[in-house]
């Protein structure tokens, strides 16, 4: 199996900054993409970055996020700044990873991110 584990989430005031982690452990032999994902209160879950050798970001988070990883660690990281209320949510890392020679997608369990005005 895969295992997901976010953290770095919490309550900070607008105009912060956090750093969010999601390490991956497991007997996979490969992750290609990892990425992170946002769901808030009476929302769909949304993508906000990805990367598998380049980085990629949702419009509403271009310039203020910055997704990054550490393939010796297979963690990636997601270093906001800015934070605005709007990126309230609980958000989920997910990561493309190869596990007796099938690729699947796996997610983590989520974190809380709450930004107040």
């Known amino acids: 199996q895969v295992q997901l584990v976010e953290s770095g989430g919490g309550l900070v005031q607008a105009g912060g900054s956090l750093r969010l982690s999601c390490a991956a452990s497991?007997?996979?032999?490969?992750?290609?993409?990892m990425g992170w994902y946002r769901q808030a209160p009476g929302k769909q879950r949304e993508w906000v970055a990805s990367i598998d050798g380049r980085t990629r970001y949702a419009d509403s988070v271009k310039g203020r996020f910055t997704i990054s990883r550490d393939n010796a660690k297979n963690t990636v990281y997601l270093e906001m700044n800015n934070l605005k209320p709007e990126d309230t949510a609980v958000y989920y890392c997910?990561?493309?990873?190869?596990?007796?020679?099938?690729?699947?997608?796996?997610w983590g369990q989520g974190t809380q991110v709450t930004i107040s005005s």
């Open positions: 997910n990561a493309e990873a190869v596990l007796s020679g099938l690729q699947r997608l796996y």
């Open positions: 497991g007997s996979f032999s490969s992750i290609s993409a």
